[in-house]
């Protein structure tokens, strides 16, 4: 199994920046698919970005795109969201999560690991 840690997460003015942190334990993550949700509040979970197993192959979703930038180092067995520009509508709390396959990316329900989440919030 994998434990999944996010932080990272906080209470920053619109424009403002945050970098998120997704620690993994109990196996490394370098051959899974890492992938970073949000859900506000009564909203469903959605897709944020993926990363793929070297890093090769990176998804956005528009809303984000040219904002935020999801990195990895397996070396740390840790996944990063950096957010940039943020929005009031970026307020959320935000998992992230994993996969073997690397299939269906943008679909929660591939996911198999998921972390407890963490808050963003930016006060416009």
């Known amino acids: 199994q994998v434990q999944l840690v996010e932080s990272g997460g906080g209470l920053v003015q619109a424009g403002g920046s945050l970098r998120l942190s997704c620690t993994a334990s109990?196996?490394?993550?370098?051959?899974?698919?890492m992938g970073w949700f949000r859900q506000a509040p009564g909203k469903e979970r959605a897709f944020v970005a993926a990363?793929?197993?070297?890093?090769?192959?990176?998804t956005y979703v528009d809303s984000v795109r040219g904002r935020f930038t999801i990195s990895r180092d397996n070396a740390k067995n840790t996944v990063y969201l950096q957010m940039r520009s943020l929005k009031a509508e970026d307020t959320a709390v935000y998992y992230c999560a994993s996969q073997p396959k690397g299939v269906s990316v943008l679909a929660s329900s591939a996911y198999d690991y998921w972390g407890q989440g963490t808050q963003v919030t930016v006060s416009s």
């Open positions: 990363i793929s197993q070297t890093g090769g192959s990176i």
């Open positions: 109990g196996r490394s993550i370098s051959t899974y698919v």
